[in-house]
Structures are given as structure tokens and as C-alpha cells.
């Protein structure tokens, strides 16, 4: 955040209009131009107060609902599959590729396959059971799926595909085409830890004009008219019909205007994410006791996931080397955390639909093994040398604490 972030919001408060409008209205001309600056598919961007509601929203406009099942990652957070429950469909999640993090196109293909022929997701009978209708394909961390196969897969099994974009912009693809807007409906999350962030919102983009006008009169309590138009429209700003039983998920122009300030740098900050990684790339990639993270030409590195090589972590899905390397670093003054603990591990998922932790074991070692480190715009060298060396030493710490009897440390 700096001074231009600032002059948006205090531009905002003088201008006496504080709810969703003219600056609402202009960062979704912006976002859709830096996803499609040709203008020739169509992309229309509608903002929404949370990259959550905006997947409730795509869900919803897709006709998702009750007797439905979505297809989706566990790994991931638990916003994907909470609004697929929403509607009162289904979740059928599928592991991620070996040694990935990324949905594995394989094996949406094969649970795809199976629920189409009124069997349950998994091959013991456990799982949902029901009529497949979307994918929700999760790019997680800025490195975005390979959208190409899943597509494949979704045209097969007559799947809408919904992006969890939330990771992934700027990312785009070698031929120019930016993750999220490949699909029927793409969702970018604006919290405060993302790419660009408002502190609270996201945007829902779509190039199917049906879609976007679902999306935009259920966004607003389901009411034919915006707030601005009702405002700056000749038509009486009292004359409007609710058409749907809809949400509040609207952006208020005070987020958006910060947006906009977000926006217009947002190259600026992807090369400096880019750079710390590389950093942490040159510093972790020639030593044997970790993995760096996979990258691709399109990846936006939104966060820089750290793998522990096969020793270092634990055995099965313990991760408890994992976890003495956090403490270590928690020890060091490190923020860390962990992307992501998979969702059919949650006692709710786990409970609903009989999952056990060893159904998804891509995901399982994805997690035991992986920690995030920080990486943030404006993160400076000395901090980044800072965050190495820490890692470095809580490695060793970890080593020897799992040498050590009762957990402690030899002198």
C-alpha cells in the first residue's frame, strides 16, 4: 500500500458516494482490459465483496443445485467447496498429480466417468452420488492447471468449468491467455494476502453475456437496476422490481477505488514477487534437503511453497519434520504457514461423505511435505537473506530434534 492507495480512498470519501458505483463500475472495465486487453472475447468483469461469494454466485448462474455434484481439489481452502453446499449440491473432490498441487485431469476424467454412470465418486461406494455438472479447477499459488486437459474432460462429461482463480493474476499462458478467463466463469479474490487486494473483495468474469446478467442482478439482492443506475438513470430512482430472491455481494466504490490504485502496479509488484522468489529459487534449489516449487511461464508466484525432501519429512501424512521446521522458524521470528491442509481431512467433509485421510495421497504428501514462506511486494534483500538463513538453521534444529530423545535438543 502506498499513496496512491490512499489518494483513491480519500477521493472516495469526498466525492459523497460511498457504495457501489462510478469507481465499482470503472475497475471492472480495468480488470477485464488487463485480462483481455483486445477486448475480443467479450470478458465481462463484475466485482463482488469476496472471491467467495463471486463462486456462489458462477455456481448459481450455472444452475447448480440440489441432486448436483461439482468436481474439485482438496487442496485448497475451504471456500471452493463450501458454496458448491450452498446450493445444496455436492462435493466430489479428486487428488492432485503426483508430486503437484494442481487438480490431476486423469483422475477428474475417471470420477467423472463414474458418476455419469450412477455410481458413488470413489470405488468402494463412499462418496456423493449424483448428476456431475461443473468442475471447479483450483490454481493454486499462481502456477494455474492445466486448463487445456480439463477442458477436454469437461466438454466430455457436459461439465461447466468454474475457476478458483483467487491465486492466479496475473498469470498468463504462453499464448496470452490470462488463468480464470478460460472457462465459463473465472473468480479472483482481492483479500488482503493476494496479488492485488481491496482488503475484502473479488471479481467474477465471464464472456457468456447470460451468465454476467445473472450474476450482476443476483449480486444485488436480486433487484433489476444498480444502486448507480437507480441514482444517475432520468427513470425515477425509486422504480426498480427484485426479479430473483438474491444476495448482497456487491463492492462498495471505497474498495474499489483502491482496486484501481492496485491495478494500475500490478506488473510493478508480480516482478517484485518474482525476484524474492528467484532468490529463494537460487538459494534452495542446489540443496538436497528441499524441493522448490514448481513453476511455469505463467506462474504469478502469489505464494512460494517450500517442499521438505524425502527424509526430511515425515513418513505417510504425519509431517511432523514439516511441523519442527515451523516451530523452529516461529522460533526465529519467521511468519510461515501451510498451503493447504486438504479439505477432505476437515471433519466436515470427512464426516459427510465417509473420506478417509489416505483417499487423496497426492495431496497428503503435497501437504506433509510443503511449508509457505513469505514473500510479499516490497520485501527487501536483507529480509529475504534474513528468511534463507533462518531456514537453513530450523532445518538443522529439525534434524536434530527428531534425533533427540523426548523432542529435545542436543548441546
Not at 478467463?181 to 473465472?186: I, K, M, Q, R
Not at 426479479?243 to 483502491?258: S, T
Not at 517450500?306 to 504425519?318: E, K, N, Q, S
Request: net charge neutral.
Amino acid at each position: 500500500m502506498g499513496s496512491e492507495e490512499e489518494e483513491a480512498a480519500i477521493r472516495v470519501l469526498r466525492s459523497g458516494w460511498l457504495t457501489t458505483g462510478r469507481e465499482a463500475l470503472e475497475f471492472e472495465k480495468e480488470f477485464a482490459a488487463a485480462l483481455d486487453p483486445s477486448g475480443e472475447s467479450g470478458l465481462r468483469a463484475l466485482a463482488v465483496n469476496s472471491a467467495t461469494s463471486g463462486l456462489h454466485l458462477a455456481l448459481e448462474a450455472c444452475g447448480v443445485g440440489p441432486g448436483d455434484v461439482v468436481l474439485t481439489s482438496p487442496y485448497t481452502f475451504t471456500s471452493t467447496a463450501e458454496v458448491i453446499r450452498y446450493l445444496g449440491a455436492d462435493v466430489a473432490f479428486v487428488d492432485v498429480g503426483p508430486g503437484s498441487y494442481l487438480i490431476d485431469p486423469d483422475a477428474l476424467d475417471r470420477t467423472a466417468a463414474r458418476l455419469a454412470e450412477g455410481l458413488s465418486a470413489y470405488a468402494d461406494g463412499r462418496g456423493p452420488t449424483g448428476r456431475p455438472v461443473a468442475v471447479m479447477p483450483v490454481h493454486f499459488a499462481g502456477l494455474p492447471c492445466d486448463m487445456d486437459a480439463i477442458a477436454r474432460v469437461a466438454a466430455r462429461h457436459g461439465l461447466r468449468v468454474v475457476e478458483d482463480a483467487a491465486h492466479s493474476f496475473p498469470s498468463r499462458f504462453p499464448d496470452g491467455r490470462c488463468a480464470g478467463a478460460l472457462g465459463d466463469v473465472g473468480v479472483f479474490s482481492f483479500y488482503a494476502t493476494k496479488t492485488i487486494t481491496t482488503g475484502e473483495g473479488g471479481m467474477v468474469v465471464t464472456a457468456d453475456p447470460e451468465l454476467a446478467a445473472r450474476i450482476s442482478v443476483m449480486r444485488s439482492h436480486g433487484i433489476d437496476r444498480s444502486i448507480w443506475n437507480r441514482y444517475t438513470d432520468r427513470k425515477a430512482s425509486w422504480r426498480y422490481a427484485v426479479i430473483e430472491a438474491g444476495f448482497k455481494y456487491n463492492l462498495p466504490d471505497l474498495l474499489a477505488a483502491v482496486g484501481r490504485a492496485q491495478l494500475a502496479k500490478a506488473g510493478r509488484m508480480l516482478e517484485m514477487r518474482r525476484s524474492i522468489a528467484a532468490r529463494y529459487d537460487q538459494a534452495f534449489s542446489s540443496d538436497p534437503r528441499f524441493r522448490t516449487p514448481p513453476t511455469g511461464f505463467a506462474d504469478a508466484r502469489h505464494l512460494y511453497p517450500l517442499r521438505l525432501a524425502a527424509g526430511m519429512d515425515a513418513a505417510g501424512t504425519d509431517a511432523a519434520g514439516r511441523n519442527r521446521m515451523i516451530d523452529a522458524l516461529q522460533e526465529a521470528g519467521i511468519g510461515t504457514s501451510v498451503h493447504f491442509i486438504p479439505l477432505h481431512t476437515m471433519p466436515y467433509y470427512a464426516g459427510r461423505y465417509k473420506l478417509r485421510d489416505g483417499d487423496f495421497p497426492n495431496a497428503m504428501e503435497s501437504f506433509s511435505a510443503s511449508l509457505s514462506l513469505p514473500i510479499w511486494p516490497g520485501m527487501s534483500d536483507g529480509q529475504v537473506d534474513r528468511v534463507i538463513a533462518a531456514v537453513r538453521a530450523a532445518a538443522v534444529r529439525a534434524a536434530c530434534r527428531e534425533a533427540a530423545p523426548s523432542g529435545r535438543t542436543p548441546v
